[in-house]
């Protein structure tokens, strides 16, 4: 992403509802049911109570439910979720991930089923499955992130299914481990990959890692909290084409780990991912909102 989109001005937002409940569901990719329950139980609903009508959202309202989502894809709990997302001020753009036309929504609401049965061997064999058949940015894309939606949606709505999101987890993150071992990578320097302070939940970097290998791409992957010394250590001593740092929350997005990197011959493109960056303008640094413009900045890096 060559420019980073400026700050959201809330300022006459808030006053300015557009959007409806079925609205904002179909962009998001989830059931109405789910957003009134986040009202309920989180306080994250439509800002607009004209008399007479249909509470809206407004387009401040719409980003902290982006906010909120993102974070729950990425495994936060949806009540720390709410929390981060009720004092965000930015504009997330909508990620293209949760475009619900390419779903197959059969798949996803099999897998849903088995998952709940704690069916592991059913969903092991199918993602596997269709990772085979269709490759891990599309099985991500159209199957895990919605299906980690539905995982996240039962849990908001009854507080229950932990037993659920980690075992569905951990089977993502067994395939998707195994995926990332390549043997003829097309870079001679491998790109770093790390989460940065207390990030304990890796997924979606592991999930551009299984990427990258697929293109032969290869990466030293540090994974969940990553001290900074390690990520200064790495680059310092491999002089990476690309350094992708990974930040769920917005409390872990250190800007002083950017502007404090060593210096090294050629310097490397520096790629903030993850909610937690909320698209600020972080100089030098190019910020992405998925996996596919991850992908897409990291081959420039390499001049893949």
Partial sequence: MAEIPPLLDTSSMASTPKFTVAAVARRLGVAPSTLRTWDRRYGLGPSDHTDGQHRKYSQTDLAR????????????????????????????????????????????????????ALDRELVDGRVRAEMARSGVTQTWRTLLVPLLIM?????????????????????????????????????????????????????????????????NIQVHFLGSRTPVKAIYEVARRTAPPAIFLWAQLERHADATICSSLPVVRPAPRLILGGPGWCEKDYPGAYVVTDLVAAQREIENAIGF
Avoid at 170 to 188: D, F, G, M, T
């Fill in 65 to 116: 439910l982006i906010y909120m989502h993102r974070l729950v894809i990425s495994g936060v709990s949806p009540a720390e979720a709410a929390r981060e997302a009720l004092e965000f001020a930015g504009e997330p753009a909508l990620d293209p991930r949760l475009d619900t036309t390419e779903v197959d929504k059969g798949t996803v609401q099999m897998l849903h089923r088995a998952a709940h």
């Fill in 151 to 215: 995982i996240g949606d039962d849990w908001a709505r009854t507080g229950d299914g932990i037993e659920v999101e980690h075992m569905v987890s951990q089977i993502i993150h067994s395939i998707l481990s195994e995926r990332a071992v390549i043997k003829n990578p097309v870079n001679s320097t491998p790109v770093l990959l790390a989460c940065i302070g207390e990030e304990t939940h890796s997924l979606a970097l592991t999930a551009l890692a299984a990427s990258l290998a697929e293109r």
